[in-house]
Nanobody, 120 residues
């Protein structure tokens, strides 16, 4: 099972980026999916999560600016980031709770991370 994230880059403050993360491999089903971020010298923090049914949660710092969504059929999760601020600069990692088709066990998986840099 793998998670592959994409969509990071350099953007000016006030700009937008859309992150994508694709799950692949021996997957029976995917429960919660989410995006986390880690800035230099800071702890990893949850940015947004979404259940299989579409219920979402956001960090207070991104509410009203970021939107998480998913495509269950294509095993994708997205993070639309608008009104970006320099404090949003971080490595963004996708996460998924996946039930494997090989052994029907639930496990936590992480993507490799994608760098988002917001210039002032």
């Amino acid at each position: 099972v793998q998670l592959q994230a994409s969509g990071g880059g350099l953007v000016q403050a006030g700009g937008s980026l859309r992150l994508s993360c694709a799950a692949s491999g021996s997957i029976r089903s995917i429960n919660d999916m989410g995006w986390y971020r880690q800035a230099p010298g800071k702890q990893r923090e949850a940015v947004a999560t979404i259940t299989r049914g579409g219920s979402t949660n956001y960090a207070d710092s991104v509410k009203g600016r970021f939107t998480i969504s998913r495509d269950n059929a294509k095993r994708l999760v997205f993070l639309q980031m608008n009104s970006l601020e320099p404090d949003d600069t971080a490595i963004y990692l996708c996460n998924a709770q996946i039930i494997r088709s090989t052994d029907f066990r639930l496990a936590d998986y992480w993507g490799q991370g994608t760098l988002v840099t917001v210039s002032s």
